[in-house]
C-alpha cells in the first residue's frame, strides 16, 4: 500500500506532515503513514488536471468507457487486501463491504454503458434555413460538454462507494471532469489502494496524464485551497451540513463561484396511516426498526422521523417497535467523533420537554451504537428546531399527531428531505393525497410502503432533495443523471462539419438518439 | 392604462409612495402614475402566488398552454397602444417593438407547444422486479416539477421580449412557477399594460389566483424584499454584472439558498482570421459595424472585442471598419443613466494608455449613442482588466495579435462569455482548430462566420455562458430548454397509479416519449 499523495502518474510526498487512520473498534493505530498534500502538491494536481482536461473532455465515450471499466477491474483485482482494510478502518462488516465494492464496480460500468450508448450528451440540432425571412435562420447544434477538473470530497458512510472510486467519481469522470479526490481521514488504507487502482487503470487506458489525483490532508485546509483554486470548476461532497455549508459559501465567494453539489443530511419522514398500521402494525415495525439499524443507522437515508396519528392502535404499534428495537444488534460506527456525535445527539432529544423515551439501549462496549426510539408530540416538534435535525445514527423519534391535517401541518414544517415515505393502505388512500402531494414539495423521492434505506442505481433515481438535504435539488448524486452535475451546454452556429462533436455531425457517426427540429430520432440531421 | 400594482386577479395601491417613467429622448415624464409596492403588498402577491403553486403545477400542460396562448393574444390585442407607449419609454422604433412584441408572442407559444407536445418533463421510469435477488427491486419514476413561485426582474434593453411577458416569464409558467414581475423602473406604462394583459387571460382561462403579480418599486428594495422571502423559490434576471452579483449573494445568504439566473454582460469577441478578412474585408467591417450599432449597441450578445492578427490587411481592415462606422446613425439609448455610462465607459477605453482611436462619432443630441472603434494590442489588453468589461453601447475594440498563438492567449485571458465568433476561410480553418476549442471553454455559443446578434428562439439555441457572463451556465434563457430553470426531478417509488402524475402513468395517456428501463420509447411501461 502507497502512502505517497497520487498526483497524476506518479505519487509525491513533498511534505513532513503525516497522518494516520485508526481502527474505530479498538481505537489501534493501523498500517500506514500516509503524506499530507503541501500547497505546492495541490498546485500541481489541479495544474496537471487542467492540463489534461482538453483532451480528456474530447475523448470518444468509448475511450473514457475503457477507463472506468478497467478502474472497476482493478478495484475488484485488489481482492481481499481491499476488503480486509474496509473492514478495518469502517467497522463494517464482511457482507457488507463486499455489497459496497459490487455496488462500486456497478456503478462504474454502468456509466461506461451510458457513455459506449452516447445518447447522454442531449444533443439538440435545429438546422439552417438559407431562405428564411426577413433573416437567414442560421444552423445551430449544442450538446453537453464537461465543466472541467472538479473535487470530490469522499463520505464517511460509504467508505467505497461514496468515496474514491464512488458515484461523485465516476460520473464525473463519465462526463469528462478530471477529478481531485481528498482522501476521507477515516479511510486513508482504503483511498490508498483504490486510488492506486484508479491511476494503474488511466495509464493502462491510456488516459491523458492528470485525469486523477488523490490528495491525503488534515484538517480542513486540503480542502480550502482545493475548493479556491481557480481552475476548479466544481465540487461534489457527502456529509454534515457544517461541512456542505461552509464548501458552499466558500465556492460561492471565488470571484468565479462554481457549482457545489453538497449532499448534507436528512431525516427521511415516515407517514404511517392508522389503516396501514391496524393491518401490519407488527411486519411494519420490524421493517422500520431494521431500516432505523441499517449500517448502524449511518445511511443517509436512514428514516429519523416516524409519523402516526395518535389512538389505541398507535400504542400497540408502539410496543411492537419497542419489541424490535429490542431485538436489535448495536454494531460499531464509523468512527469515534461520529459516535460522540450520536449519544450526545440522541441525549439532546431524549432531554427535551415534551419528549418521552421509548426504547433505549445503552453503549456496552466504546464502539457501537445502541438504538433508541423517543416520541412527542406535534407541538413538541414544532417548538423544538433541534428535533427538526439529523440525528446520524439509530436513532428515530415518533410524532404522535391529532389528525392528518396535523400530519400535512408536521410536512409543512419540514426541511428539505432527500426521501419521505408514505405507509398506506390500497383501499384507504385518497384521504391521504393531500399529505402526499404536500410531501412532494418537501422531497427528492417519496416512497410509498417502503424504506428509504437502500437507493437503487439506475435511470429514474433522484438522490438529492430541496435544501438543506442538498445544495441543489435540480440535480442527483445517485444514478444515471448523477453525470450532468459535471456538463454545461455548448450550442455551435454555422459550424464547419471538420470542426462539430461526432454526435453534432450530420451523418450521426454515434448512432445516437438526438433532438433534430423538435423531433427524437436516430437519423442523419 | 392602470397605474396600480396587480397582485393575482386584484389591482392594488395601498402605499403613498409613487414614480413616474420618462421619455429618454425628451426626458419629459410620460403619462401614468405608478403606485410602489408597499411590503404589505409584497407579502400578498407571494402568498397567493404560493396558494396558488400546488395547484398550478398540477394543472395539465394543456391547460397551462392555454394560459400562455390566451397571453399572447391578449398581447397582440394591446395593438398600437402597447406599441406606441414602448416606443415612448424605450426610445426603440416602430419596427424594432413590432419585430420584438412577434418573437414575445413567438415565445410564448412555442412553449405552448412544448407544453402540448408534453415530453419536456423528461420522464423517466424504471420497472420494478419483485423476484430480484438479494432484495426486491422497487419501480422508480420521475419527473421534473416546478420548484414554487419564482421572481422575474425585467430587462431594460428588450421591453417586451425579455420583460413581463418575456422568455423568463413564459418558460416559469409554463414550468408550473407562479411568477412575480418586478416591473423596470423605464418601462412602468409597458409593464402595466403586458400585465394587465396577462392578468386577463389568467382570468380567461380559469388559472388558479395568484399565478402572477407585477410590482412596482422604487431603488433597491423591493428586489431586495422579493429575493429574501422565504417563499421565493427562484430568480431570474437579465441587467448588469453589480445588479446581477448582488441578487446571487442575497439569494445565497437565505436560509435556504435559492437559485439565480443572472445574465450580466458580455464582450461577445470575434475573432478574424487574415485569410477571412483577405477575401471578405469590405463585407465583414459592414457586419461588424451593422452587429456593434444593433439597438444603439444595448444587445447582451454585442461584439465589443474584435481580435484580429496584425498585417497589412489589417490596416486596409479598419480603414473599412472606420468608412463603414462613418456611415452609421447613432441611435437613442434606453434611458439617460444608460446613455452616461455608455459616454463615460467609451471615454475611460479611449484614454487607456496603448489605446488608439480609430474612429469616434460625437454625440450630437441628449439621448443618442454615437458609435467608436478603438484598437490596442494583446499586452495592453492583458494588463487593462477594464478593458475586459463590457462596455453597453455601440463600441468596439480592436485587438492585433502577433500570431495565432497569442490569439489563443487572448481567448485565455478572456472572462465568461455568452458567445464567441471564429471568421475563417473554408480552405484555411484547420490552424485555428486549438482557438476554437479554447474559445468554447469561455462561451455558452461559439459562432462560426456570422454575428453573435440575432438569438434565435429554437431547441438548440445556449444562451448563458460561464461566470460572469452568467450566474449558471448550465441553463439557457433563450429558447425552449429555457423551462428546465424552473424545475427539479421528482421520484416516485412504489407509487400507487392513482397517485401518479399523467405523465408516469403505465399506460402513457399523455402519449409522450419517456425512458423505461433506459430505452426512449412512447409505449406502455
Chains 1, 2 share one sequence.
Not at 456509466?111 to 447522454?120: D, K, N
Not at 453537453?144 to 462507494?161: C, R
Not at 477515516?186 to 492506486?196: D, E, F, K
Request: hydrophobic share 40%.
Amino acid at each position: 500500500m502507497i502512502t505517497e499523495n497520487i498526483i497524476g502518474k506518479k505519487t509525491s510526498a513533498l511534505g513532513d506532515k503525516t497522518t494516520v487512520a485508526y481502527n474505530p473498534k479498538t481505537n489501534d493505530q493501523l498500517e500506514g503513514t500516509f503524506c499530507v498534500a503541501t500547497p505546492e502538491e495541490v498546485t500541481q494536481a489541479v495544474s496537471i488536471a487542467n492540463t489534461a482536461w482538453p483532451q480528456f473532455k474530447r475523448l470518444t465515450g468509448i475511450q473514457r468507457a475503457e477507463f472506468l471499466e478497467a478502474i472497476a477491474d482493478e478495484i475488484e483485482d485488489l481482492g481481499d487486501d481491499l476488503v480486509e482494510r474496509v473492514m478495518l478502518e469502517s467497522g463494517l462488516p464482511a457482507g457488507r463491504v463486499k455489497g459496497e465494492r459490487g455496488r462500486t464496480c456497478g456503478q462504474l460500468r454502468l456509466f461506461a454503458q451510458v457513455l459506449r450508448e452516447g445518447s447522454w450528451v442531449n444533443a439538440v440540432i435545429d438546422t439552417g434555413d438559407a431562405d428564411r425571412k426577413p433573416i437567414p435562420k442560421p444552423d445551430i447544434r449544442k450538446m453537453v460538454s464537461s465543466i472541467g477538473p472538479v473535487v470530490i470530497f469522499t463520505a464517511s458512510n460509504f467508505p467505497l462507494a461514496f468515496s474514491t472510486a464512488g458515484g461523485d467519481t465516476a460520473s464525473a469522470l463519465a462526463a469528462g471532469c478530471p477529478v481531485i479526490v481528498k482522501a476521507h481521514e477515516s479511510h486513508l488504507g482504503t483511498n490508498a489502494l483504490v486510488s492506486q487502482a484508479i491511476q494503474k487503470a488511466a495509464i493502462k487506458t491510456n488516459m491523458p496524464d492528470g485525469v486523477f489525483s488523490s490528495l491525503v490532508g488534515s484538517g480542513y485546509s486540503l480542502g480550502e485551497q482545493l475548493v479556491q483554486h481557480p481552475l476548479i470548476k466544481g465540487v461534489a461532497f457527502t456529509g454534515s451540513h457544517r461541512g456542505g455549508v461552509a464548501l458552499f459559501n466558500l465556492a460561492n465567494d471565488r470571484d468565479e463561484p462554481i457549482p457545489v453539489f453538497a449532499e448534507m443530511g436528512s431525516v427521511n419522514p415516515i407517514f404511517m396511516t392508522p389503516e396501514y398500521i391496524q393491518a401490519h402494525s407488527q411486519e411494519l415495525a420490524v421493517g422500520i426498526a431494521g431500516s432505523v439499524n441499517l449500517g448502524a443507522g449511518q445511511f443517509c437515508t436512514n428514516p429519523g422521523l416516524l409519523i402516526t396519528i395518535e389512538n389505541s392502535q398507535t400504542n400497540k404499534f408502539i410496543n411492537h417497535l419497542v419489541e424490535a428495537f429490542a431485538d436489535l444488534k448495536a454494531s460499531s460506527m464509523l468512527n469515534t467523533s461520529i459516535r460522540n456525535n450520536y449519544l450526545s445527539g440522541r441525549k439532546r432529544a431524549k432531554f427535551t420537554t415534551g419528549v418521552h423515551t421509548e426504547f433505549e439501549s445503552l453503549p456496552d462496549d466504546n464502539y457501537s451504537a445502541p438504538p433508541a426510539i423517543y416520541s412527542t408530540n406535534a407541538n413538541v416538534f414544532f417548538n423544538n428546531p433541534f428535533l427538526h435535525n439529523e440525528i446520524f445514527g439509530p436513532t428515530s423519534i415518533l410524532i404522535k399527531c391529532k389528525s392528518i391535517a396535523e400530519m400535512v401541518e408536521v410536512t409543512n414544517n419540514l426541511k428539505g428531505q432527500l426521501t419521505g415515505s408514505i405507509f398506506m393502505e390500497p383501499n384507504a388512500q385518497d384521504q391521504y393525497k393531500i399529505l402526499a402531494n404536500t410531501l412532494e414539495e418537501r422531497v427528492g423521492r417519496l416512497i410509498y410502503n417502503g424504506f428509504p434505506t437502500g437507493v437503487e442505481v439506475g435511470y429514474a433515481m433522484q438522490h438529492g432533495g430541496p435544501y438543506p438535504a442538498t445544495t441543489d435539488s435540480r440535480y442527483t448524486s445517485v444514478g444515471t443523471d448523477a453525470i450532468y452535475r459535471f456538463v454545461r451546454p455548448i450550442a455551435f452556429q454555422n459550424c464547419p462539419a471538420a470542426f462539430l462533436p461526432e454526435e453534432l455531425k450530420n451523418e450521426n457517426p454515434r448512432g445516437i438518439l438526438r433532438k433534430v427540429n423538435g423531433v427524437i430520432t436516430k437519423d442523419n440531421s
